[in-house]
């Protein structure tokens, strides 16, 4: 089993920046892809970003790229999600998760969650 925790969330302006945090504890980091989600008030959650065990691999909507950027240092147990010009749109709580296996955008496919970070873009 992992626990994760998510943390730099924040209120921030539009065109700002943020980097989140994924910060795991547990079973050996190494083994496990790493998703990003997000869900705004009344929405579904979305998939943001995926990276690989050993982090060569990465993964995102066509909507966000080149805005985000995962990444992750396995030695100290992290993967971090870089958020650039951010906009009104992007306000939602965000979530990273991990599995074993997928590293897709299917949340259904993960197995171990984090508890959230709020992100606010203000206009």
């Known amino acids: 089993q992992v626990l994760l925790e998510e943390s730099g969330g924040g209120l921030v302006q539009a065109g700002g920046s943020l980097r989140l945090s994924c910060a795991a504890s547990?079973?050996?980091?190494?083994?496990?892809?790493v998703g990003w989600f997000r869900q705004a008030p009344g929405k579904e959650r979305d998939f943001v970003a995926a990276?690989?065990?050993?982090?060569?691999?990465?993964y995102y909507p066509d909507s966000l790229k080149g805005r985000f950027t995962i990444s992750r240092d396995n030695a100290k147990n992290t993967v971090y999600l870089q958020m650039n010009s951010l906009k009104s749109e992007d306000t939602a709580v965000y979530y990273c998760?991990?599995?074993?296996?997928?590293?897709?955008?299917?949340?259904?496919?993960?197995?171990?969650w984090g508890q959230g970070t709020q992100v606010t873009v203000s206009s």
């Open positions: 998760a991990a599995d074993g296996h997928s590293m897709g955008s299917d949340e259904n496919e993960y197995e171990y």
């Open positions: 547990g079973r050996t980091f190494s083994y496990y892809n």
């Open positions: 990276i690989s065990r050993s982090g060569r691999g990465t």
